[in-house]
């Protein structure tokens, strides 16, 4: 049935069988497998088509690393793309398929690429495709669909995730052999411990080898050491869970799989679960992957790293192939031959690209009669899709160069194995530069700018016994620098055979009889199709900086992010400019270590919990009156009240209509209210609004302009005195927050020795607006024994009272140009009171209306808003509003300076207008574009642009404001507004209150 | 993330809970309209961008709503210290900090 599968050995269990599906074909696979294990014992070697040329592919590792078996899993809503063969657990019922591959894997059209392949240089997008300009949205269609990724899922992701925030006091990401001692002394030593490792249990590199410690696998000596780490009271053990991301002050974020290796329908908990873990110290033991060496033909399937043959046989004990070739410039791939002999599989040969090695693997391979070639490399693999023999030479001392005639041996399997990369990923990820070490033939961890200590592996240390100890000393350390004194326990000790290592040999691209160029493709990254050839071209051609060759190439720009080709592009790259490796550098590893699924990053903070909503005390009322809303900041505010048929320009009319000619009622709750208190709050606010609110009196209010230190408008607002040294400050609804902060700048940081007190206490108070002729009636009829008469209560004047009922704040001000009588209460009351005015106005047919009808009300009388008819660039006087800015008072309020700089003094600033189009009814659209003249050439000089537009159904006509160049000494010129849609309109430059200019209606 | 530490709360938090309000010990002119425009530019416009330490202002926007001092390296964002509004940095050399205060 599996014809790769060994009958004995490997952590699966052969008494469960799990049925699964790959493109469409049925196979038995058994728990403990991944897809990639299960699918190299059903003899599956080509599991993807290459990105650019369409090349067969087959699997090449068996973890993170993986370039090719790039495969979509499920269907539907649950599908999801791109994961890793060699990373996704195996369960019954899984349905998985290449990502790649067009029309078919067998069949793919676009390895036609291949035949071409010269005409596809890197850059070749950038030479290309952008020329004509024209064309480049058919060819963007036509690359997206060669790109070969998967597909998003088509309906909302069902699955629930999950955040949680951790705190520890040593953090080790790794559950290796390093990782296991680091977090077993920490922990020990009293420290608060989580240990984290991706796959589905503790172990690392020894889950796959045949290592031994004191006399027993080394599997099992650490067997005892993991449960008492699962046992421990201080220490969390997280699997399946990967760190993909190493943030500022040691916040590492990473993310645990809990269910998908039980399927994808699996509903019993929370999906994957986002840990966002602050650690003191962290210890990073994430080990090391291998490297390949390039050469010809590098991507047949069937060629894979030396490590993974080892981890399919010993793990997964699965022998993907029958006769093995090996190619090495170093000892330890060795063992890859040693375990597929002792599998009872042939080894054809092992070539050794280094003149001799006195190690204790190549020793013991040479005793157990595998034929090693020294001095060999492997010119270039042979097969059609799939591995069938390889071509092998002699080779010069340095590895450099062939020296001997091409030899053909037969094999359907390559190992390779150019050395070991420790994953410096994590450590980049806080700025930390990797350093070349020569010894070591890596880029290892260099100063940390951060608490972190690398040890093992991914420290460049590959002695297991030295791994032990490294790893043990690191995990006292950390529980020592966060103040924990390490008694308890004893350094492990460890009885390890010893052997010896010979030096590895600098190689990373074996010689072909052709020159680079010419060869047949060396791949250096399999999964963006990065060839040698284009990294010398690039070389050739100009780049010298690694970063920019990685972005000309695209060298690992996977998403695997070259994990296994980055280092092997830099040495090709170093070669080619004759520098050392050390000085080329590497690129900058970046979050996420492995693609990291969105739905963890957003958890429960999507749909109806992505952000809050805030609601008046009305809103339920609004609701059931058919509001449309606007969302103004997080608050929900009513846009229109349509009535059954009506479209929103009529309902906004009638809105409009109602105000001026009866009664309307808007809910106004969502202000910004600041409770200002303090002997010096008249002083403060002085300082901070562009008027003086000196001499404001108990019961009067004060519109204001409030200023940047630039002289620029930022928010506006009345603000009413309340009573000796307490005032009241209105607010823009979305500018609420800022202001507060605003004020407490300057209160706390520059004048401290004012006393002045500051309370939010917008949602204290709920307000009614009632505005219209009749609204004197409407309150009449409500019931208050405040004095209404105008002569009492006039425009500007605030009063407390009893109103239907309840203590009030009755502010008689307008943004509506029309008699207004703003009526707060404590929220609580917000919908009483809201009731009770509707129930009063009904006899004068009040109307209810939205923020739209409020906008085109206040355009009529060319009251701004902050925000729309400003930007951030208009100082009161370029707002026509000089009225509103006290140049005498005796503080140089904030901004006042500025309004005197040659900038803001100049001429031709763009200042407040109306426009009347000369068609009355067209409307002209806000953010309009405003030029003289229709007669210039393109570019034309920009004038200016259109801020507030709309209808106005008072007068019949619409009306906009709008910006212009030196426009208040324009009036009645003709400006020209070019749309976007090829039209343009012509309209005239009038005031900007078109409505009542006297203000006779708000003062009756 | 950061962490920062609230010298008015006195606890270690997290970045979320603060705003950034750029940077620290620059003092209001005294007498604005005596400055020509430049000078009155220099004060409005000119921040120091420095590669190292960096005093800067964060409010505690979420809690006690102060705002305070904190020394920053801008290369490895570590926090040096945290300090209240109106004092010093006690490791800041005087050429790090701002010429006005």
Same mark, same amino acid.
């Given at each position: 049935?599996?014809?790769?599968?060994?009958?004995?050995?490997?952590?699966?269990?052969?008494?469960?069988?799990?049925?699964?599906?790959?493109?469409?074909?049925?196979?038995?696979?058994?728990?403990?497998? %991944?897809?990639?294990?299960?699918?190299?014992?059903?003899?599956?070697?080509?599991?993807?088509?290459?990105?650019?040329?369409?090349?067969?592919?087959? &699997?090449?590792?068996?973890?993170?690393?993986?370039?090719?078996?790039?495969?979509?899993?499920?269907?539907? +809503?649950?599908?999801?793309?791109?994961?890793?063969?060699?990373?996704?657990?195996?369960?019954?019922?899984?349905?998985?398929?290449?990502?790649?591959?067009?029309?078919?894997?067998? *069949?793919?059209?676009?390895?036609?690429?291949?035949?071409?392949?010269?005409?596809?240089?890197?850059?070749?997008?950038?030479?290309?495709?952008?020329?004509?300009?024209?064309?480049?949205?058919?060819?963007?269609?036509?690359?997206?669909?060669?790109?070969?990724? +998967?597909?998003?899922?088509?309906?909302?992701?069902?699955?629930?995730?999950?955040?949680?925030?951790?705190?520890?006091?040593?953090?080790?990401?790794?559950? +290796?052999?390093?990782?296991?001692?680091?977090?077993?002394?920490?922990?020990?030593?009293?420290?608060?411990?989580? &240990?984290?490792?991706?796959?589905?249990?503790?172990? @690392?590199?020894?889950?796959?080898?045949?290592?031994?410690?004191?006399?027993?696998?080394?599997?099992?000596?650490?067997?005892?050491?993991?449960?008492?780490?699962?046992?421990?009271? !201080?220490?969390?053990? *997280?699997?399946?869970?990967?760190?993909?991301?190493?943030?500022?002050?040691?916040?590492?974020?990473?993310?645990?799989?809990?269910?998908?290796?039980?399927?994808?329908?699996?509903?019993?908990?929370?999906?994957?679960?986002?840990?966002?873990?602050?650690?003191?110290?962290?210890?990073?033991?994430?080990?090391?992957?291998?490297?390949?060496?390039?050469?010809?033909?590098?991507?047949?399937?069937?060629?894979?790293?030396?490590?993974?043959?080892?981890?399919?046989?010993?793990?997964?004990?699965?022998?993907?192939?029958?006769?093995?070739?090996?190619?090495?410039?170093?000892?330890?791939?060795?063992?890859?031959?040693?375990?597929?002999?002792?599998?009872?599989?042939?080894?054809?040969?092992?070539?050794?690209?280094?003149?001799?090695?006195?190690?204790?693997?190549?020793?013991?391979?040479?005793?157990?009669?595998?034929?090693?070639?020294?001095?060999?490399?492997?010119?270039?693999?042979?097969?059609?899709?799939?591995?069938?023999?390889?071509?092998?030479?002699?080779?010069?001392?340095?590895?450099?160069?062939?020296?001997?005639?091409?030899?053909?041996?037969?094999?359907?399997?390559?190992?390779?194995?150019?050395?070991?990369?420790?994953?410096?990923?994590?450590?980049?990820?806080?700025?930390?530069?990797?350093?070349?070490?020569?010894?070591?033939?890596?880029?290892?961890?260099?100063?940390?700018?951060?608490?972190?200590?690398?040890?093992?592996?991914?420290?460049?240390?590959?002695?297991?016994?030295?791994?032990?100890?490294?790893?043990?000393?690191?995990?006292?350390?950390?529980?020592?620098?966060?103040?924990?004194?390490?008694?308890?326990?004893?350094?492990?000790?460890?009885?390890?055979?010893?052997?010896?290592?010979?030096?590895?040999?600098?190689?990373?691209?074996?010689?072909?009889?052709?020159?680079?160029?010419?060869?047949?493709?060396?791949?250096?990254?399999?999964?963006?199709?990065?060839?040698?050839?284009?990294?010398?071209?690039?070389?050739?051609?100009?780049?010298?900086?690694?970063?920019?060759?990685?972005?000309?190439?695209?060298?690992?720009?996977?998403?695997?992010?070259?994990?296994?080709?980055?280092?092997?592009?830099?040495?090709?790259?170093?070669? /080619?400019?004759?520098?050392?490796?050390?000085? %080329?550098?590497?690129?900058?590893?970046?979050?996420?270590?492995?693609?990291?699924?969105? =739905?963890? &990053?957003?958890?429960?903070?999507?749909?109806?919990?992505?952000?809050?909503?805030?609601?008046?005390?009305?809103?339920?009322?609004?609701?059931?009156?058919?509001?449309?809303?606007?969302?103004?900041?997080?608050?929900?505010?009513?846009?229109?009240?349509?009535?059954?048929?009506?479209?929103?320009?009529?309902?906004?009319?009638?809105?409009?209509?109602?105000?001026?000619?009866?009664?309307?009622?808007?809910?106004?709750?969502?202000?910004?209210?600041?409770?200002?208190?303090?002997?010096?709050?008249?002083?403060?606010?002085?300082?901070?609004?562009?008027?003086?609110?000196?001499?404001?009196?108990? +019961?009067?209010?004060?519109?204001?302009?409030?200023?940047?230190?630039?002289?620029?408008?930022?928010?506006? @607002?009345?603000?009413?005195?309340?009573?000796?040294?307490?005032?009241?400050?209105?607010?823009?609804?979305? =500018?609420?927050?800022?202001?507060?902060?605003?004020?407490?700048?300057?209160?706390?940081?520059?004048?401290?020795?004012?006393?002045?007190?500051?309370?939010?206490?917008?949602?204290?108070? /709920?307000?009614?607006?009632?505005?219209?002729?009749?609204?004197?009636?409407?309150?009449?009829?409500?019931?208050?024994?405040?004095?209404?008469?105008?002569?009492?209560?006039?425009?500007?004047?605030?009063?407390?009272?009893?109103?239907?009922?309840?203590?009030?704040?009755?502010?008689?001000?307008?943004?509506?140009?029309?008699? %207004?009588?703003?009526?707060?209460?404590? /929220?609580?009351?917000?919908?009483?009171?809201?009731?009770?005015?509707?129930?009063? =106005?009904?006899?004068?047919?009040?109307?209810?209306?939205?923020?739209?009808?409020?906008?085109?009300?206040?355009?009529?009388?060319?009251?701004?808003?902050?925000?729309?008819?400003?930007?951030?660039s208009?100082?009161?006087?370029?707002?026509?509003?000089?009225?509103?800015?006290?140049?005498?008072?005796?503080?140089?309020?904030?901004?006042?300076?500025?309004?005197?700089?040659?900038?803001?003094?100049?001429?031709n600033r763009k200042q407040?207008v109306?426009l009347?189009t000369q068609?009355?009814?067209t409307?002209l659209p806000e953010g309009a574009q405003i030029v003289n003249s229709l007669n210039e050439t393109i570019p034309m000089r920009m004038q200016g642009h259109v801020t507030?537009s709309?209808?106005?159904?008072?007068? @019949?006509?619409?009306?906009a404001?709008a910006v212009v160049k030196a426009g208040?000494s324009r009036?009645?010129d003709t400006v020209y507004c070019p749309l976007a849609d090829g039209q343009t309109v012509a309209a005239k430059i009038?005031?900007?209150?078109?409505?009542?200019?006297?203000?006779? !209606?708000?003062?009756? | 993330?950061?962490?920062?530490?609230?010298?008015?709360?006195?606890?270690?938090?997290?970045?979320?809970?603060?705003?950034?309000?750029?940077?620290?010990?620059?003092?209001?002119?005294?007498?604005?309209?005596?400055?020509?425009?430049?000078?009155?530019?220099?004060?409005?416009?000119?921040?120091?961008?420095?590669?190292?330490?960096?005093?800067?202002?964060?409010?505690?926007?979420?809690?006690?709503?102060?705002?305070?001092?904190?020394?920053?390296?801008?290369?490895?964002?570590?926090?040096?210290?945290?300090?209240?509004?109106?004092?010093?940095?006690?490791?800041?050399?005087?050429?790090?900090?701002?010429?006005?205060?």
């Amino acid at each position: 049935m599996q014809p790769n599968r060994l009958d004995q050995g490997g952590l699966i269990d052969r008494g469960r069988p799990l049925q699964f599906t790959f493109n469409g074909t049925a196979y038995l696979g058994y728990q403990g497998d %991944t897809l990639a294990s299960a699918l190299l014992a059903n003899g599956v070697k080509l599991v993807a088509r290459s990105f650019k040329y369409g090349r067969p592919r087959g &699997i090449v590792g068996f973890g993170a690393e993986e370039p090719n078996a790039i495969i979509q899993l499920g269907r539907g +809503g649950e599908t999801v793309p791109n994961l890793r063969a060699t990373q996704v657990e195996l369960y019954d019922g899984l349905e998985a398929c290449s990502v790649s591959g067009w029309p078919s894997l067998d *069949l793919d059209l676009t390895s036609l690429f291949g035949l071409v392949g010269r005409l596809l240089p890197p850059g070749f997008y950038y030479k290309t495709f952008m020329w004509p300009r024209r064309f480049w949205m058919a060819y963007e269609h036509f690359i997206r669909k060669a790109a070969g990724l +998967g597909k998003a899922p088509d309906t909302a992701d069902p699955d629930i995730y999950d955040k949680l925030h951790q705190h520890c006091d040593v953090l080790v990401v790794g559950g +290796g052999v390093a990782g296991i001692q680091a977090a077993r002394a920490a922990a020990n030593a009293g420290a608060r411990v989580i &240990i984290l490792d991706e796959q589905t249990q503790l172990g @690392g590199m020894l889950l796959a080898s045949h290592s031994e410690v004191n006399g027993m696998p080394a599997l099992d000596w650490v067997a005892g050491q993991i449960s008492e780490l699962q046992g421990h009271a !201080r220490v969390t053990v *997280l699997t399946r869970t990967t760190a993909f991301g190493y943030f500022d002050h040691n916040f590492v974020a990473a993310v645990e799989r809990r269910t998908d290796h039980l399927g994808l329908s699996a509903t019993s908990a929370s999906r994957q679960r986002l840990h966002r873990i602050r650690a003191r110290q962290v210890i990073l033991a994430s080990g090391a992957i291998e490297r390949p060496l390039v050469f010809a033909n590098n991507d047949l399937p069937g060629v894979m790293l030396a490590s993974a043959v080892q981890a399919y046989l010993n793990r997964w004990a699965v022998a993907p192939g029958r006769r093995l070739l090996l190619v090495t410039n170093n000892d330890s791939a060795y063992q890859a031959a040693l375990d597929w002999q002792t599998a009872g599989r042939e080894v054809v040969a092992v070539l050794d690209t280094r003149p001799g090695s006195n190690g204790s693997l190549p020793k013991a391979a040479e005793a157990a009669n595998i034929k090693v070639y020294r001095g060999y490399g492997l010119v270039e693999a042979k097969g059609g899709k799939a591995v069938a023999g390889a071509r092998i030479a002699s080779l010069s001392a340095d590895g450099q160069s062939i020296t001997g005639a091409i030899q053909e041996l037969e094999c359907d399997l390559i190992a390779s194995s150019g050395g070991w990369s420790p994953v410096v990923h994590l450590s980049s990820h806080t700025g930390n530069k990797p350093r070349w070490d020569d010894e070591k033939g890596a880029f290892v961890p260099g100063n940390s700018l951060q608490n972190f200590l690398a040890v093992g592996a991914s420290n460049g240390e590959w002695n297991l016994k030295a791994c032990i100890s490294q790893g043990y000393l690191a995990g006292q350390a950390a529980a020592r620098a966060g103040g924990f004194d390490s008694v308890d326990l004893e350094s492990p000790v460890v009885n390890i055979k010893e052997t010896i290592e010979s030096a590895q040999q600098a190689v990373f691209l074996l010689p072909h009889e052709m020159p680079t160029s010419r060869a047949p493709k060396q791949f250096v990254d399999q999964q963006l199709d990065v060839t040698a050839a284009a990294i010398e071209l690039a070389a050739r051609e100009g780049y010298q900086s690694i970063e920019h060759t990685k972005r000309y190439t695209a060298l690992g720009f996977g998403t695997d992010q070259g994990k296994l080709g980055n280092i092997n592009g830099m040495a090709i790259l170093a070669n /080619a400019l004759g520098k050392s490796i050390a000085d %080329t550098g590497t690129t900058v590893f970046r979050p996420a270590y492995t693609p990291t699924t969105f =739905g963890a &990053i957003a958890g429960r903070d999507v749909g109806e919990l992505l952000d809050p909503e805030r609601y008046t005390a009305m809103h339920r009322w609004h609701e059931r009156h058919g509001a449309k809303w606007e969302n103004v900041g997080q608050w929900k505010r009513p846009w229109y009240y349509p009535q059954a048929g009506e479209t929103m320009l009529e309902a906004v009319n009638r809105e409009c209509l109602a105000v001026r000619n009866s009664a309307g009622m808007l809910d106004a709750s969502t202000l910004g209210k600041i409770d200002i208190q303090g002997p010096d709050a008249a002083e403060f606010i002085t300082r901070i609004y562009s008027n003086s609110f000196l001499k404001l009196e108990p +019961g009067r209010c004060r519109y204001g302009l409030m200023l940047k230190e630039d002289g620029m408008i930022f928010d506006d @607002g009345v603000t009413a005195c309340l009573g000796d040294n307490h005032y009241l400050m209105f607010t823009t609804t979305g =500018g609420a927050a800022a202001v507060l902060s605003w004020l407490e700048l300057w209160a706390q940081t520059e004048w401290p020795e004012l006393q002045v007190y500051f309370t939010s206490v917008t949602d204290h108070w /709920a307000t009614t607006t009632v505005s219209g002729p009749k609204a004197r009636q409407v309150l009449e009829r409500l019931g208050t024994d405040i004095d209404l008469t105008p002569a009492e209560f006039k425009f500007m004047d605030w009063r407390a009272g009893t109103v239907a009922g309840l203590a009030a704040r009755v502010f008689r001000i307008s943004f509506t140009g029309e008699l %207004t009588y703003e009526i707060n209460v404590p /929220a609580h009351f917000g919908r009483y009171i809201w009731e009770a005015v509707y129930a009063a =106005g009904k006899e004068f047919d009040i109307t209810p209306y939205g923020t739209e009808a409020m906008h085109v009300l206040r355009a009529e009388k060319g009251f701004i808003i902050c925000g729309q008819d400003t930007d951030g660039s208009m100082t009161p006087d370029d707002m026509n509003m000089g009225w509103a800015v006290n140049r005498n008072k005796a503080f140089s309020f904030i901004g006042k300076r500025s309004l005197e700089r040659s900038d803001t003094t100049k001429g031709n600033r763009k200042q407040l207008v109306g426009l009347r189009t000369q068609d009355a009814a067209t409307v002209l659209p806000e953010g309009a574009q405003i030029v003289n003249s229709l007669n210039e050439t393109i570019p034309m000089r920009m004038q200016g642009h259109v801020t507030s537009s709309y209808f106005s159904p008072i007068l @019949g006509h619409s009306i906009a404001l709008a910006v212009v160049k030196a426009g208040l000494s324009r009036m009645g010129d003709t400006v020209y507004c070019p749309l976007a849609d090829g039209q343009t309109v012509a309209a005239k430059i009038v005031p900007s209150v078109f409505y009542d200019p006297s203000g006779e !209606r708000q003062n009756v | 993330m950061l962490q920062i530490y609230c010298p008015y709360c006195r606890e270690m938090r997290e970045e979320e809970e603060f705003s950034y309000s750029g940077e620290a010990h620059i003092k209001r002119p005294d007498n604005p309209e005596a400055l020509s425009d430049e000078e009155w530019g220099d004060y409005l416009f000119f921040r120091k961008n420095p590669r190292g330490l960096h005093c800067e202002m964060w409010q505690h926007t979420v809690a006690c709503r102060r705002y305070f001092n904190v020394v920053r390296d801008t290369v490895s964002y570590e926090i040096h210290e945290t300090y209240p509004i109106g004092s010093q940095p006690s490791k800041m050399t005087d050429a790090a900090l701002g010429s006005t205060d």
